[in-house]
């Protein structure tokens, strides 16, 4: 189902769907089904950006290590899912600040645990594909071109998502972020995630330099959009307080001692 670049986006908004109905049937809060929708808006309208609309053919035959190479056709698919779990992560954690920011939330402290949560699994799910992918890919490598690694560019995005999901697991795991960080941290994973989907193939050096090359004002946008989104949401969240860390708890004036009250 994923043969260029252009079929991973219908691809990531197709399974993203299918991820967040699972997430409904557990949650049954109604969030999971109003994300997704715009989750595949978003992705629908990525797609059009990029749809030939020229009368041509784009009914193109698969390439040929594509329809024959069995390594590398499961490692494309698990690396394009990886991507759709870190992006739909982020989109979740997009709720969850501007909810939280704005105060459309109410400070509904049930509502941002279930968000927090979804985020959660969801990176958990992201981390799984994108590592079980990145395997795959180092197995094809060393079936095609006889080595395991090589540190192209495609190569080192795959990494750097693996890193960032497994920096934002432990981070909350062991404490040093919190609910708000967890999902600062999961919106820019979305950044590392455009970098090793589109911004590679812009590099135009490295065996995995395919797909699209006229996209850069469409990723530069995304990035500048979602790192200024992360600054309005760090610099509001310390505006209100509660950025800033536990308050020295006042001294209780000391009492006067016994037998020398003034009466």
């Known amino acids: 189902p994923v043969g260029n670049l252009f079929d991973t986006i219908p691809f990531i908004v197709a399974t993203g769907g299918f991820v967040v109905i699972i997430i409904e049937l557990l949650t049954r809060k109604g969030l999971a089904s109003g994300i997704g929708a715009v989750f595949g808006i978003f992705g629908v309208f990525l797609a059009l950006r990029y749809e030939a609309g020229t009368g041509q053919d784009t009914m193109t035959p698969l390439i040929a290590v594509l329809r024959s190479n069995y390594w590398l056709t499961t490692h494309v698919i698990t690396v394009t899912l990886g991507y759709m779990g870190a992006l739909l992560a982020a989109a979740i954690s997009h709720v969850y600040l501007l909810g939280r920011v704005t105060g459309l939330d109410n400070g509904d402290k049930k509502l941002r645990r279930v968000l927090t949560r979804m985020t959660y699994g ?88 395919y797909g699209f090359t006229d996209g850069a004002r469409t990723l530069y946008l995304f990035y500048g959009v979602e790192l200024i989104f992360i600054a309005v949401a760090l610099a509001a969240h310390k505006l209100s307080g509660k950025g800033q860390g536990p308050q020295a708890t006042p001294k209780k004036p000391a009492e006067p001692p016994k037998g020398l009250e003034v009466s």
């Open 122 to 209: 969801v990176i958990g799910f992201a981390l799984l594909f994108s590592i079980v992918g990145t395997i795959l890919g180092g197995v094809w490598a060393n079936d095609s071109w006889g080595r395991f690694w090589g540190w192209d560019p495609k190569e080192n995005g795959a990494l750097m998502i693996v890193l960032m999901n497994l920096i934002i697991l432990h981070a909350r795991a062991g404490g040093v972020v919190k609910e708000f960080g967890l999902h600062i941290l999961s919106v820019f994973g979305a950044v590392v995630v455009g970098f090793s989907w589109w911004g590679v193939n812009m590099l135009g050096v490295g065996l995995h330099s």
